[in-house]
């Protein structure tokens, strides 16, 4: 769903841990879901996406989870490294809009040693 | 090789200035689109073009005009640079099959 220009929020995980990084989205009618992951001074770049019909998708060390009932998303990222620090996004496509992408707010993780 | 390439990477101006970042992409897709990301990193769609069709144009002020001269370029200009507009815009391409991919962005700051 679209951010509101909050702080942007922020997980700590310990290296080796699991990750779970979660996201509202705000448009019942949207046709498929993805999650960005953005390095210091990049763009956001591919994770994974999942379609509005799926409830979830595997990728290598990614889960992603669609709940349509309470419009929520979340990634998550198995046994998490330090290359994985980065802001996280989820973005919510809409055909119907002309395949407008609406992201959410982002959110920070930290990977500790 | 890059895909989705933007020009330049860093824009320093002062406000009342007219700039234009460039956008190219590689990759054939049709569509192509700017986002604004602001200082919380929050990320929005500010155009989108079709095969140089504009498609989306969210509320923008007009002093922002894209122009697309073929479907493998979508630069954006900027009339009477504000304060506000400092940010850092993504240029991105999207193909039906693979999805959406950015570029590395342009910073642009207003002093």
């Known amino acids: 769903g679209e951010s509101v220009g909050l702080h942007l929020p922020t997980l700590s995980v310990q290296e080796g841990d699991n990750s779970i990084i979660n996201c509202a989205y705000s448009?019942?009618?949207?046709?498929?879901f993805i999650w960005y992951k953005q390095e210091s001074g990049k763009g956001p770049q591919f994770i994974i996406d999942?379609?509005?019909?799926?409830d979830k998708r595997q990728g290598q060390r990614v889960t992603v989870l669609l709940n349509k009932t309470v419009k929520h998303l979340s990634l998550q990222i198995a046994a998490t490294q330090p290359g994985d620090s980065a802001v996280y996004f989820c973005?919510?496509?809409?055909?119907?809009?002309?395949?407008?992408?609406?992201f959410g707010g982002g959110t920070r993780v930290l990977v500790k040693p | 090789d890059t895909a989705v390439s933007q020009t330049p990477k860093y824009l320093v101006t002062q406000m009342g200035n007219d700039k234009s970042i460039k956008c190219e992409q590689n990759?054939?897709?049709?569509?192509m689109y700017w986002y604004k990301q602001d200082s919380k990193k929050f990320l929005k769609i500010m155009f989108s073009?079709?095969?140089?069709?504009?498609?989306i144009n969210e509320t923008v002020p007009n002093r922002f005009s894209p122009k697309s001269p073929d479907k493998a370029h979508l630069n954006l200009h900027i009339n009477s640079l504000e304060l506000g507009d400092s940010a850092v815009y993504f240029c991105?391409?999207?193909?039906?099959?693979?999805?959406?991919?950015f570029g590395s962005g342009t910073r642009l700051t207003v002093v």
């Open positions: 990759l054939g897709h049709d569509t």
């Open positions: 448009n019942s009618a949207s046709d498929y």
């Open positions: 973005a919510e496509n809409m055909k119907a809009a002309g395949n407008k992408l609406t």
């Open positions: 991105a391409s999207r193909d039906l099959e693979r999805g959406y991919t």
């Open positions: 073009y079709n095969n140089k069709e504009l498609i």
């Open positions: 999942i379609r509005s019909n799926m």
